[in-house]
């Protein structure tokens, strides 16, 4: 009997063994099915479009298809939350801009997911700057004359921006900061509804990506001011930036972010990082995003955590300062 029992529960012990080695093995051969890739935008924008080329990229370097899910609303927060409680496994990604990581924290009391504890970054394979636009009428040119002729009446003249709590109206407010300029913020739903107006003259200045603006500045229907990023736009050289005048602190852009949820196997999530960093460096997508506005600006799951802490002190300040809310 006693060999018997013995015998038994060495059975059982290797069954166990073999039990808890199945999700190991799991990991080890991923992917092993398709991946889902959640986009928090309805189809169509430039998030969808990038989004949409980074799945189909990454599904050809790991060999499984990756499937597109387009939820949108609420300022990103449905993708966002549905992605923060899905497994961590690797099978259920999220793209989404960085307004989902800094500026919803800044403008929304009881976020329905954390931005730093519920997901692991895979990395940021493209950035694109905001810029400063102005109606093909008014009679500035530059940052300086820009800001002189604003200041000359105080309150007078608007800015628009493609939502409330959105980083245009960020940008805005802090170049409105920073330059000391008092302007009133008109929000749109949306870019197109805001360059429509600012082409047709209903508002003299608008801040939008440069992904929004580049085909209206090709066709002339309207004029650049100012990049509110540090330096030049690769996309637009000839575009001067706001420290070049001396305003040093207007410092701002937006960019695509890939994030999975909190607790992945750290080979999934190796895995993910290493392919996300072989697509961004693939000259064929270099160019579609250039061709799409956006400067392929490759940075790794670690930079990309650090970015995330470092701009969400800075939203949550410059929301405070002017009371910018979701509502």
């Excluded at 580049?214 to 996309?235: C, E």
């Excluded at 930036?241 to 040093?248: D, H, P, R």
């Amino acid at each position: 009997m006693k060999s018997i029992t013995a015998f038994t529960r060495l059975a059982m012990a290797c069954s166990l063994s073999l039990v808890a080695a199945v999700p190991a093995f799991a990991a080890d051969v991923y992917p092993s099915k398709p991946i889902t890739l959640v986009i928090p935008f309805p189809p169509g924008g430039a998030t969808d479009v990038i989004g949409r080329l980074l799945g189909q990229k990454l599904g050809e370097k790991l060999g499984q298809p990756v499937i597109i899910d387009n939820r949108p609303g609420a300022g990103t927060i449905i993708g966002a939350t549905y992605v923060a409680k899905a497994p961590a496994d690797g099978y259920t990604l999220l793209a989404s801009s960085g307004s989902t990581f800094t500026v919803n924290p800044s403008i929304r009391n009881n976020l329905s997911y954390d931005p730093i504890k519920s997901f692991d970054p895979i990395g940021i394979p493209a950035r694109t700057g905001l810029i400063v636009l102005a109606n093909s009428a008014v009679p500035v040119s530059g940052v300086k004359q820009f800001v002189d002729y604003v200041k000359a009446s105080p309150g007078k003249y608007a800015f628009g921006s493609f939502g409330s709590g959105t980083t245009a109206h960020f940008a805005g407010e802090l170049m409105l900061a920073k330059t000391g300029m008092q302007m009133t913020h008109v929000p749109y739903k949306g870019s197109a509804p805001a360059m429509t107006d600012l082409i047709g003259g209903q508002i003299p200045f608008s801040v939008d990506t440069v992904a929004a603006a580049l085909p209206q500045l090709k066709n002339g229907k309207v004029k650049a001011i100012a990049v509110t990023t540090a330096k030049r736009s690769a996309l637009l050289p000839d575009v001067p930036t706001f420290a070049e005048a001396g305003f040093k602190d207007i410092d701002m852009d937006t960019w695509l972010i890939l994030v999975a949820p909190k607790g992945m196997p750290a080979n999934v999530k190796a895995k993910l990082e290493s392919t996300l960093a072989a697509v961004a460096a693939d000259p064929e997508v270099q160019e579609k995003l250039k061709a799409q506005g956006f400067d392929p600006a490759y940075a790794s799951s670690a930079a990309a955590s650090a970015l995330i802490r470092k701009e969400m002190p800075i939203m949550k300040a410059l929301a405070e300062s002017a009371h910018i809310t979701a509502d």
